[in-house]
């Protein structure tokens, strides 16, 4: 149906940046609203920043002004450009999305989850 993959993940120093993509592909009629999440060791998953399919966009307290979110519509693709990394960014970082899709002759809206991709920062 709907396959979401991330990728750009890595190690880093502080300070340092990355960019982690997401591209969604399958027989998507809508993608409604996508979003980033992370999970580090022994910590639940917590949403990072959500883009809407109007492309507005919210975050995180502790990522409000490093990171940047958003999407390339045509290419059902996500973006979140990591700057000022630190060393509690630390996580496995999922990519998710809420999609409208057709099969069947009908119909359906469900949300989606990338594998995840790591993304380590060392001080």
């Known amino acids: 149906q709907v396959q979401l993959v991330e990728s750009g993940g890595g190690s880093v120093q502080a300070g340092g940046s990355l960019r982690l993509s997401c591209a969604a592909s399958g027989s998507i009629f809508r993608i409604n609203g996508m979003g980033w999440y992370r999970q580090a060791p022994g910590k639940q998953r917590e949403l990072v920043a959500r883009i809407t399919s109007g492309s507005d966009a919210a975050y995180a307290d502790s990522v409000q002004g490093r990171f940047t979110i958003s999407r390339d519509a045509a290419k059902n693709t996500m973006y979140l450009q990591m700057n000022s990394l630190k060393p509690e960014d630390t996580a496995v970082y999922y990519c998710?999305?809420?999609?409208?899709?057709?099969?069947?002759?009908?119909?359906?809206?469900?949300?989606?989850w990338g594998q995840g991709t790591q993304v380590t920062v060392s001080s």
């Open positions: 998710k999305a809420d999609v409208t899709y057709f099969s069947g002759g009908t119909y359906y809206r469900n949300d989606y």
